[in-house]
């Protein structure tokens, strides 16, 4: 089978600046795809590109099976997208809006009820479906925002930051609709830069500074980029210490939070109880430390630390 | 369904919904243009009449009596107040309490009754040209009226038969026999509103989905340019029509604007017209961020439009580069079009050349509005 999306060395700069450099990648059939990025990465200029909003300066890029330089137009038809703004007509019903988006792509009488019909139930939306959309809390118009996108039953869905400035319970929901989209065959392509929704995917690309620094599965990044033990300390006089820490045979990665601190460790090299030892020897008494395993912000920092370091 | 025209009516359903929807909008289209044509029509008014003028009468005769209270008869000038001498009335003038003062010498009953050139001075003040002009032909007029009179008069005495002026004037007033403004003005002023209210509508209605997203939204559908501009644009034509229906029948009513022509025509130049006005709107909004850009973009365009149609001020009264600039003005075609068949019952035969005009100018406009949509998009 052919990948849904497929890139080639993709490029965008504007200006002097390179917003997208060299990317390269394939999300296959029914993959939910996660692109990871912290703002001004290149995340939303590669979505633009692959959705045709925008001409890549250099590369090419294949989606639903159509150059999207060449064949923007039947790009488009093929597949859905949503932007973090939720881009629906706020002065509208909820009803008018699914009407209006499902006719732009052609469909009209009963073929339109029966997918508006299908989607209100599937999004939940019955209840509100004559409420003037702008009046909805924001959960609510995520989801309504997904239902428009996904209307006339794309291939493949671009999702760019869906759930930011969403609350936690309503982007858990939200993430079961998108599980359920995928589970139909759909291919769902979505930037996050929340971590932990990130786990959702089956595969993920890390973007820094334009480029794809990093693709594998959530559990592949860790292994490959944030080996090791996650050991998060507190107590006191921490700071002094901390820093004598960095550089120690064995540490791979120090990083403050809060009043604490999470020490990435090589268990080979440096068993806790030899840290905790350490840690006490410099008056960091009591001590606290958790083990936990790395998660995919560990893997983010290590790699956005590394490139500022310059490596490759 | 053919998927396009699927397509063009969800774009004009949805502008409609959200048209209807809007109460600021709704009454910009339909009660604000009314008021102001009710409004301008009375202000916009060039007719001069009850100018303010002083008298100084330093003959205190008869004759001057006479004379004054005749050249004041008229409704053209007015008698604000008899002053004791050409300091006071030049004061008056100074001050905005007169415009004209009319000075009758000591002795004037005795020349004029003399035949011996008597004469009366009048100080105009120059500072409004129209009204000063009509102001002055008024005391010109008299005075050859009253020289003739007396010419008459004396030959009569004398038992003469009065002799004939060589040459006499029988002016008829064509159109607009009684020059009223209102009825010049009316459809300049209706064809203003409309401009003003279709522009800046269209301009701040496709920004503001810039603004909201919704454009990108709408740009990643299969939907292309040209049928969201027409969806975008039949509604407002729609509704211009009306409007222009209503302000046609205000002017008939209330400033007695005939109806002469056929309706027909101007329905179809208004069509023509509104698609000029809405393009220009598009394409302001193409090159706008937001709607405060779009709105003072719309002003930006819509002042010039106005000041170089001949709603304002005759265009034959512009230095000749200013003039030729008005041809590529679609207000000057429309304004010429509504005067010629509302007030001269011209037809097609007489309008074709500004009704292709207005067509070519629509067309045009909606083209490089769409166009341009397509570059910023890409």
């Known amino acids: 089978m052919t990948p849904a999306i497929e890139v080639h060395h993709l490029t965008r700069r504007f200006g002097d600046f390179t917003a997208v450099d060299d990317v390269s990648f394939e999300v296959g059939a029914g993959e939910i795809f996660g692109y990871l990025g912290a703002n001004g990465a290149g995340k939303s200029t590669t979505i633009r590109m692959l959705c045709g909003l925008l001409k890549p300066t250099g590369g090419s890029a294949r989606v639903a099976g159509f150059d999207v330089d060449k064949e923007p137009e039947r790009v488009k038809a093929g597949i859905g997208y949503m932007s973090q703004k939720f881009s629906l007509y706020l002065d509208l019903s909820v009803r008018a809006n699914l009407e209006f988006f499902a006719s732009a792509y052609g469909a009209h009488g009963r073929e339109l009820e029966t997918r508006i019909g299908e989607m209100v139930e599937r999004m939940q939306l019955g209840a509100v479906q004559d409420e003037v959309t702008g009046a909805l809390p924001g959960g609510m118009q995520q989801r309504i925002a997904l239902a428009s996108a996904v209307l006339h039953r794309p291939r493949i869905v671009f999702l760019d930051e869906p759930t930011a400035g969403v609350d936690p319970v309503q982007r858990r929901s939200f993430w079961e609709l998108i599980r359920d989209l995928a589970s139909r065959g759909t291919t769902v392509f979505v930037t996050t830069h929340y971590m932990d929704e990130a786990e959702n995917c089956a595969r993920i690309g890390i973007m820094v500074d334009g480029k794809l620094v990093a693709l594998d599965t959530p559990e592949g990044l860790k292994r490959t980029h944030a080996p090791g033990r996650v050991l998060e300390v507190r107590g006191p006089r921490l700071a002094p210490a901390l820093d004598s820490l960095r550089g120690m045979a064995g540490v791979l990665d120090v990083s403050r939070f809060g009043s604490g601190a999470t020490v990435r460790v090589d268990p080979e090299r440096l068993p806790a109880e030899s840290l905790a030892e350490w840690l006490r020897a410099r008056g960091v008494d009591p001590l606290e430390m958790e083990d936990s395993a790395p998660t995919l912000d560990d893997v983010f920092l290590a790699l956005t630390a590394r490139a500022q370091r310059g490596e490759d | 369904m053919h998927p396009l025209v699927v397509q063009y009516r969800a774009v004009v359903v949805k502008e409609v919904r959200q048209t209807a929807r809007d109460r600021r909008v709704m009454a910009l289209i339909t009660l604000a243009p009314l008021v102001q044509l009710f409004m301008l029509g009375f202000a916009v008014n060039f007719d001069v009449r009850h100018v303010p003028t002083v008298v100084v009468d330093r003959d205190k005769t008869a004759e001057s009596r006479d004379y004054a209270r005749s050249q004041l008869a008229g409704d053209t000038l007015d008698l604000k107040a008899e002053v004791s001498d050409e300091l006071a009335a030049e004061e008056a003038l100074e001050r905005g309490e007169a415009s004209v003062a009319l000075i009758f010498p000591r002795d004037f009953q005795k020349d004029l009754l003399r035949g011996h050139?008597?004469?009366?001075?009048?100080?105009?003040?120059?500072?409004?040209?129209?009204?000063?002009?009509?102001?002055?032909?008024?005391?010109?007029?008299?005075?050859?009226?009253?020289?003739?009179?007396?010419?008459?008069?004396?030959a009569q005495?004398?038992?003469?038969?009065?002799?004939?002026?060589?040459?006499?004037?029988?002016?008829?007033?064509?159109?607009?026999?009684?020059?009223?403004?209102?009825?010049?003005?009316?459809?300049?002023?209706?064809?203003?509103?409309?401009?003003?209210?279709?522009?800046?509508?269209?301009?701040?209605?496709?920004?503001?989905?810039?603004?909201?997203?919704?454009?990108?939204?709408?740009?990643?559908?299969?939907?292309?340019?040209?049928?969201?501009?027409?969806?975008?644009?039949?509604?407002?034509?729609?509704?211009?029509?009306?409007?222009?229906?209503?302000?046609?029948?205000?002017?008939?009513?209330?400033?007695?604007?005939?109806?002469?022509?056929?309706?027909?025509?101007?329905?179809?130049?208004?069509?023509?017209?509104?698609?000029?006005?809405?393009?220009?709107?598009?394409?302001?909004?193409?090159?706008?961020?937001?709607?405060?850009?779009?709105?003072?973009?719309?002003?930006?365009?819509?002042?010039?439009?106005?000041?170089?149609?001949?709603?304002?001020?005759?265009?034959?009264?512009?230095?000749?580069?200013?003039?030729?600039?008005?041809?590529?003005?679609?207000?000057?075609?429309?304004?010429?079009?509504?005067?010629?068949?509302?007030?001269?019952?011209?037809?097609?035969?007489?309008?074709?050349?500004?009704?292709?005009?207005?067509?070519?100018?629509?067309?045009?406009?909606?083209?490089?509005?769409?166009?341009?949509?397509?570059?910023?998009?890409?």
């Open chain 2, 117 to 154: 050139g008597a004469q009366v001075q009048a100080l105009v003040d120059g500072s409004d040209p129209t009204r000063s002009s009509v102001a002055a032909n008024a005391v010109a007029q008299y005075a050859v009226l009253k020289a003739m009179q007396l010419a008459r008069a004396q």
């Open chain 2, 157 to 378: 005495a004398q038992g003469e038969t009065p002799p004939r002026s060589p040459v006499e004037l029988v002016p008829r007033v064509l159109y607009n026999p009684e020059l009223s403004t209102s009825v010049y003005v009316v459809p300049g002023i209706a064809a203003m509103l409309l401009l003003i209210v279709t522009t800046v509508i269209m301009a701040m209605g496709l920004s503001r989905e810039r603004e909201t997203g919704t454009l990108e939204q709408l740009q990643v559908t299969p939907l292309r340019p040209g049928i969201l501009m027409a969806g975008k644009v039949t509604p407002f034509l729609l509704i211009g029509l009306v409007d222009v229906g209503l302000a046609l029948s205000v002017g008939a009513w209330v400033f007695k604007v005939p109806l002469r022509g056929s309706l027909t025509l101007v329905a179809v130049a208004t069509l023509f017209y509104l698609l000029s006005t809405l393009g220009v709107g598009l394409l302001i909004a193409t090159v706008s961020r937001t709607q405060q850009q779009a709105f003072v973009g719309g002003f930006l365009f819509v002042l010039p439009a106005v000041l170089l149609s001949g709603v304002m001020s005759p265009i034959r009264a512009m230095p000749g580069w200013l003039a030729w600039l008005t041809y590529l003005n679609p207000v000057r075609y429309y304004v010429e079009v509504l005067r010629g068949v509302l007030l001269k019952e011209a037809g097609l035969p007489d309008l074709w050349r500004q009704v292709l005009a207005l067509a070519v100018f629509g067309a045009l406009m909606m083209a490089v509005a769409s166009r341009r949509f397509h570059k910023t998009s890409a």
